[in-house]
């Protein structure tokens, strides 16, 4: 079956704004860790709202959509503006960059996919580009402020991203309509992510596929 090609939907547009503003937050949440000045907020918030998807334009060979509407952009920066002048408590940093980065990878795994279903990728590249979408910037974030990615934590991360797109490109595959498709892909890589952090759920090394709550250097949530 086909994905009818179909301009992008209020639901889908409502998805990439609070996306962008989630990641943005937590870049900025980042550079408070660090005590960066407001352009570093700026910065590194901007670059973990916009990121992601920049890769996946980069590598699809789609003109990379901020540089013709810069709508998300400035978004990204009003977020990490605010951030820098609304958060002031350590341990408001610390659990809102957690919960903002993972509302962001849920709600970018599916933007990504979307957006990839829509210019004509194959299935299965759709997918990876939705993982891409959702795990980009927050890669970017954390190599700019010299911080273990979150992606190389040992908890599902990654795999979070997958679910999300994966879900998403077969339910549309299959026939569902958008938005119920979104909702249901979003949820599954949210609940996942979430589960990771609240139980310190981990799927490695090899030898050790699961575990649970195995770090004691895991900050709670």
């Known amino acids: 079956m086909t ?3 179909e301009p992008l939907s209020p639901s889908i547009l409502a998805i ?3 996306g962008d503003a989630v990641f943005a937050i937590s870049g900025a949440l980042t550079a408070a860790r660090y005590k960066m000045d407001v352009l570093g907020f700026v910065l590194i918030g901007t670059i973990t709202g916009i990121g992601g998807g920049t890769i996946r334009d980069l590598l699809l060979g789609r ?8 709508t998300e952009l400035i978004l990204c ?12 408590s350590d341990l408001t940093r610390r659990r809102g960059m957690a919960w903002s980065d993972t509302l962001g990878l849920a709600a970018f795994s599916v933007v990504g996919c979307h957006i990839s279903l829509q210019f004509g990728s194959p299935f299965v590249v759709a997918v990876f580009m939705g993982m891409v979408t959702a795990t980009g910037g927050g890669v970017l974030r ?6 273990q990615p979150m992606i190389l934590c040992g908890q599902p991360y990654a795999t979070a991203a997958l679910l999300g797109s994966l879900s998403y490109a077969s339910l549309r595959h299959f ?3 958008l938005v119920p498709s979104e909702m249901v ?3 599954a890589a949210f609940a996942l992510r979430a589960s990771a952090i609240l ?11 699961l575990a649970f709550g195995n770090n004691p250097n895991h900050p709670k949530p």
């Open 185 to 187: 892909a979003c949820t």
């Open 63 to 70: 003109t990379v959509w901020w540089t013709q509407d810069p």
């Open 77 to 88: 920066v009003v977020a990490s503006l605010a951030t820098f002048f609304l958060i002031t």
């Open 142 to 147: 954390d190599v700019l402020s010299n911080t």
């Open 199 to 209: 139980f310190d759920i981990r799927m490695g090394p090899p030898g050790q596929f």
């Open 3 to 5: 994905i009818p090609i």
């Open 175 to 177: 026939g569902f309509t």
């Open 16 to 18: 990439m704004y609070f």
